[in-house]
């Protein structure tokens, strides 16, 4: 499988942005897309994720400023993030697990100004 994320981008606090994840190949062996993200120096976090069947999570950190969603007629799935923080800053990865391995996009760069 492979993952083209987009949209990221520079906003101030307070503001959204949606993060899109298109997935290419094998697009029947996925059980899971999700998106993590990562500051420079600390270790990836998890930040949401959705199952085939629709069933969707988001980290504690974001829950209630971020939703997670899929097109499947499009292969892509959305991270629509609203009432953005400085803390949120990071660079976005999105995920693909299938029933053979996990998969990542090249990542996207979100930075919130205060």
């Known amino acids: 499988v492979q993952l083209q994320a987009s949209g990221g981008g520079l906003v101030q606090a307070g503001g959204s942005l949606r993060l899109s994840c298109a997935a290419s190949g094998s697009i029947s062996s996925i059980v899971s897309m999700g998106w993590h993200r990562q500051i420079p120096g600390k270790q990836r976090e998890w930040v949401a994720s959705i199952g085939s069947g629709g069933t969707t999570s988001v980290a504690d950190s974001v829950k209630g400023r971020f939703t997670i969603s899929r097109d499947n007629a499009k292969n892509t799935v959305y991270l629509q993030m609203n009432n953005l923080k400085p803390e949120d800053t990071a660079i976005y990865y999105c995920?693909?697990?299938?029933?053979?391995?996990?998969?990542w996009g090249q990542g996207t760069q979100v930075t919130v100004s205060s």
């Open positions: 995920n693909a697990i299938t029933i053979f391995s996990s998969s």
